[in-house]
């Protein structure tokens, strides 16, 4: 129990410092497809009538500061936080490393990507931004951390540059600054839909003190209040203490309730859940909720047999993962695929509307979206993506289908 008890101080504090992080946990709800055919490996799809243009592409300079792939006449920019402690690191990794493969299978010839370090700070990410303009790059991929995207559109949005930034945070998204990452809001709409079809009437939901934690009760409380459902939110800290005060106080709680969300990821949905046991609760008859996090939840621990999440789309990501392990050595997460659909993207917007009509804000906002090797999304005005999820349950010590995502947008709806 030691171990686990270091685990949840370092979480918690990893937390705390990147509480607006995009982590390699997932989330968010439905659907999307191109109706074109595509002749792109893994799915992004060929572009249909070329649509007005926000921004020229921009005159590049020679020797661009930062690594250079790929050798085409339209610059790319990547941000990530390439040296930033911690586990950040990873992610910043997992990214270039997407982007990379991307740029080997469909973008060394037609688009030239400079990855830039933005070490995680605000101040950095700002300038490397107004560097990567100054350079001539036409599309800025990044930042990470919701903070760093804030700043570089201060820089991006006056020079009709789009971004495609990886932050979860909704409130840094707007039209040309675009959330190409999964966001908690419309991973918990999806799993609650999922069970109000399944006829659960009422939730105790487990939430962590945090940010994440807020923007999901928002949604919970937006849902419930609207279809009838009841709903018991129960705040605890990620903290071996705060596990334990609230299986202790949690175990009456629930009893009313016939269904249990519990978002987090890691070890703690099977602390919460055999914690609850522990105090005497009896959670035998009620359905047990994650979330897309539950990539790192033990799916063989009993505690949560039978439980649903919600998840990627991870029709075309397994034959992406098996190339990126050959290639890097490591098995790629959710992040590497965001990189290399963006990259992707951008390539094939060059191939079909040339070099000067690429990056359009309409081009992005495509109603019939794409489909990636995470599966099918498609990008809003608001700057926020809708991404399509698969619902999965726990069956035999790992996650079963138990309803595929949606695999086309309707041009009006989500």
Not at 253 to 277: E, F, H, M, R, V
Not at 283 to 295: A, P
Request: charged letters at 20%.
């Amino acid at each position: 129990m030691s171990d686990m008890k270091n685990f949840l101080i370092e979480k918690g504090k990893f937390l705390k410092r990147n509480s607006r992080v995009v982590v390699s946990g997932l989330s968010l709800m439905a659907l999307a497809a191109c109706s074109n055919t595509s002749d792109v490996r893994n799915g992004l799809p060929n572009s249909s009538t070329p649509e007005p243009v926000v921004a020229a592409q921009q005159a590049l300079t020679p020797d661009p500061k930062g690594e250079v792939i790929g050798s085409g006449n339209v610059r790319v920019a990547l941000l990530v936080p390439a040296t930033i402690p911690g586990g950040a690191a990873a992610v910043a990794k997992e990214l270039r490393n997407g982007a990379a493969m991307a740029m080997q299978d469909f973008g060394g010839g037609r688009i030239q990507l400079v990855v830039k370090d933005t070490k995680g700070q605000v101040p950095v990410a700002q300038t490397k931004a107004n560097e990567a303009i100054r350079e001539g790059a036409s599309l800025i991929l990044g930042p990470l951390f919701a903070a760093n995207v804030s700043a570089a559109s201060g820089i991006t949005l006056p020079a009709n540059v789009v971004t495609l930034a990886f932050s979860t945070d909704t409130s840094v998204a707007r039209r040309g600054v675009y959330l190409f990452s999964y966001t908690p809001q419309e991973d918990t709409r999806r799993i609650i839909s999922y069970a109000g079809s399944l006829g659960r009437r009422s939730i105790a939901a487990f939430l962590p003190n945090s940010a994440e934690g807020s923007l999901r009760e928002r949604v919970l409380r937006e849902m419930t209040g609207r279809s009838g459902i009841l709903l018991n939110v129960i705040k605890y800290d990620s903290t071996p203490t705060g596990i334990d005060q609230i299986t202790s106080s949690g175990a009456s709680l629930i009893q009313a309730a016939d269904t249990i969300y519990i978002p987090d990821g890691g070890p703690i949905p099977n602390l919460i859940l055999s914690g609850l046991k522990r105090n005497g609760a009896d959670i035998s008859q009620k359905t047990i909720l994650g979330s897309g996090r539950w990539e790192s939840v033990k799916t063989s621990d009993a505690s949560v047999a039978g439980a649903y999440y919600p998840g990627r789309d991870i029709t075309k990501f397994n034959d992406f993962a098996a190339r990126y392990q050959t290639k890097f050595g490591a098995r790629p997460g959710v992040n590497a695929g965001l990189a290399y659909d963006a990259v992707t993207l951008a390539a094939e917007f060059v191939r079909t509307r040339g070099d000067k009509g690429a990056f359009s804000t309409n081009n992005f906002e495509n109603p019939n979206g794409f489909q990636g090797v995470n599966g099918a999304f498609r990008m809003r005005s608001n700057g926020t993506t809708q991404r399509g999820l698969a619902i999965y349950q726990i069956q035999g010590g790992r996650g079963t289908l138990a309803e595929p995502a949606i695999g086309r947008f309707s041009r009006a709806g989500g």
